[in-house]
């Protein structure tokens, strides 16, 4: 994944930790969401989507951009509720989106060969796995960066050579990050996105647990989810 910062008007959406979040300007109250597009038939809309938090979102416009989504597509949205009620489902109105691009947990037994300058994922969450929706793993974290232009790499990996899942139950998967030389000078945020295959979600799985190299020395060093 290359790494691009997302801003939204308000509300930086990855500290909603994938529930619905709102913000009120000029008497006109916008939410933001993460979302997960679910392709149908026989309405004006070729998906309607899942929010992070389970809800169905039923779009009312934007239906010449949702044209070009399919199942699985992941989104950060900034929407109205005309209604002004959040329901489930809830209708909305998009005034933006952003399409993520879901990438790939990196299986290897040659750890070493993988990047590993700090970087602090500050929260993750688990979500789809309904209306035939792949299920997915977000995070949201900072890293160091230079105002060089420079593309960072991230990376979700699956240390093959690591015994999984430990004894507690929990699989173990480290966050990598790629700075490709760039001199740490700024602090910035972003966010990615996994799909998690069965193997990851199994019975008898009882979360996941992140590893990663922090930018503080006093930071724990590791994320935990546990499935619910």
């Known amino acids: 994944m290359n790494i ?3 801003f ?9 930790l994938a529930a619905l979040a709102s913000c009120n300007t000029e008497q006109t109250e916008y939410f933001n969401a993460y979302l997960t597009a679910v ?17 169905t979102v039923i779009p009312l416009n934007y239906y010449s951009n949702i044209e070009n989504l399919n199942t699985d597509d992941r989104l950060i949205a ?15 109105e998009f005034v933006s989106f952003v399409q993520m691009i879901p990438q790939d947990i990196l299986q290897t037994s040659s750890i070493d060969t993988v990047g590993n300058d700090p970087a602090d994922p ?3 969450w688990q979500s789809g796995g309904i209306e035939g ?3 997915f793993l977000t995070i949201n974290f900072i890293y160091q960066a230079a105002a060089s232009g420079i593309q960072h790499k991230i990376y979700l990996v699956d240390d093959l050579s690591t015994e999984n899942p430990d004894k507690d139950g929990y699989y173990h998967l480290k966050f990598r990050h790629d700075a490709k030389k760039d001199q740490p000078q700024l602090t910035a945020s972003s966010v990615a996105t996994f799909p998690l295959p069965e193997k990851y979600t199994a ?11 922090t930018i ?13």
């Open 4 to 6: 691009r910062n997302i």
């Open 8 to 16: 939204k008007a308000c509300i930086i959406v990855p500290a909603a």
């Open 39 to 55: 392709e149908t038939e026989g309405q004006p809309y070729k998906c309607f989507f899942i929010s992070d938090d389970s809800l």
């Open 78 to 92: 900034t929407f109205t509720i005309p209604s002004g009620e959040i329901t489930d489902p809830v209708e909305v």
């Open 122 to 124: 500050l929260t993750m």
């Open 133 to 135: 929706t792949s299920r």
């Open 203 to 213: 019975p008898g799985i009882k979360g996941l647990k992140v590893d990663f190299n």
């Open 216 to 228: 503080s020395e006093d930071k724990d060093s590791t994320l935990t989810l546990t499935f619910k």
